[in-house]
């Protein structure tokens, strides 16, 4: 908002206008996956999930219909269920001089292929600057790759299908602030350290 651009002070017809005016960009979201094997009773080993390229969580209700001859005629529903999903699509990476494809990536194409315990994953995605905006759960994964020509790059179409509840936990990215005229700095730190996974 420019100087000269004062706020209209709120009246009972004129309701105060929001001061969150900056659109969020999709790109927010970072995914990490917990490369302990479910189930071992060590502590997590959170590493980035590299290349995503599209990223979409969804948190879908099983509604019922509870009607019954008292609601005069009105539908009534009750929520009995919640199922959650990530759908994303990842640009397949390998290191540079070995070939070798990314770890995180690797894990979870394994876990797509195996059965038991070790077909799940312990995931967490966040807002990677910062907004209360995280969640972990354990997920079932689909690994599909895309394939293509000759002309097209490696590609992957994966789906995590949660079991059991998405937990909303306290975002591993920290506090951001504002400084003037700046990029967002995390609380903590004086230098302003890169914002975590942006490379990812």
């Known amino acids: 908002m420019y100087p000269w651009h004062k706020p209209t002070p709120p ?119 910062g907004a209360q905006d995280a969640h972990e759960g354990s997920a079932l994964v689909t690994w599909e790759p895309e394939g293509g020509g000759p002309d097209e790059v490696d590609t992957i179409s994966v789906t995590l299908s949660g079991s059991g509840p998405l937990v909303p936990i306290a975002n591993p990215a920290g506090v951001v602030t504002l400084r003037p005229n700046t990029e967002p700095t995390f609380a903590g730190d004086d230098d302003g350290p890169e914002v975590p996974g942006v490379a990812g």
């Open 11 to 129: 009246t009972p017809d004129r309701p105060e206008q929001p001061a969150e005016t900056v659109t969020a960009l999709a790109r927010r979201y970072r995914l990490e996956v917990d490369m302990v094997p479910t189930g071992s009773a060590t502590a997590p080993r959170w590493t980035l999930v590299p290349g995503i390229t599209e990223f979409t969580p969804t948190a879908e209700p099983t509604i019922q219909d509870v009607s019954t001859y008292d609601t005069d005629g009105w539908a009534e529903q009750a929520k009995t269920m919640l199922t959650w999903q990530i759908e994303m699509t990842l640009a397949h990476r390998a290191h540079p001089r070995t070939g070798q494809f990314n770890g995180a990536q690797e894990f979870l194409r394994r876990a797509a292929l195996a059965f038991g315990a070790a077909s799940y994953v312990h995931v967490r995605f966040y807002d990677r600057f």
